[in-house]
Nanobody
Framework: VQLQASGGGLVQPGSSLRLSCAAS????????IGWFRQAPGKEREGVSC????????VYGNSMKGRFTITGDNAKSTVYLQMNSLKPEDTAVYYCAATMGPFCNLMVAGRTRIDYWGQGTQVTVSS
């Protein structure tokens, strides 16, 4: 079982990035797949989550309207499209999976995580 995150990089404020989280060893249908981020000196923060079962989504408050999470169950991949990036979005972004319909709890950081991917660094700087 593996989650492979990719797509991070260094971009200027106002730019866009798309992160990918490729799952192997399990199917997304029974899982909630989420993105978290952690900036230096700060606590881990729930960014977004998508239900592999019905495609419903949840977003953290500071991401609403700028970030969009989508999933392709056939490719076992979840994407996080990040637009209008700000310097405060700078962090290491991690994808994670939890079995069951727990996106709300996942973004709130209130549920167990079954699988973690490695992080991908996003740096927003001029």
């Amino acid at each position: 079982v593996q989650l492979q995150a990719s797509g991070g990089g260094l971009v200027q404020p106002g730019s866009s990035l798309r992160l990918s989280c490729a799952a192997s060893g399990f199917t997304l249908d029974d899982y909630s797949i989420g993105w978290f981020r952690q900036a230096p000196g700060k606590e881990r923060e729930g960014v977004s989550c998508i239900s592999g079962r019905d495609g419903s989504t949840v977003y953290g408050n500071s991401m609403k309207g700028r970030f969009t999470i989508t999933g392709d169950n056939a490719k076992s991949t979840v994407y996080l499209q990040m637009n209008s990036l700000k310097p405060e979005d700078t962090a290491v972004y991690y994808c994670a999976a939890t079995m069951g319909p727990f996106c709300n709890l996942m973004v709130a950081g209130r549920t167990r995580i079954d699988y973690w991917g490695q992080g991908t660094q996003v740096t927003v700087s001029s």
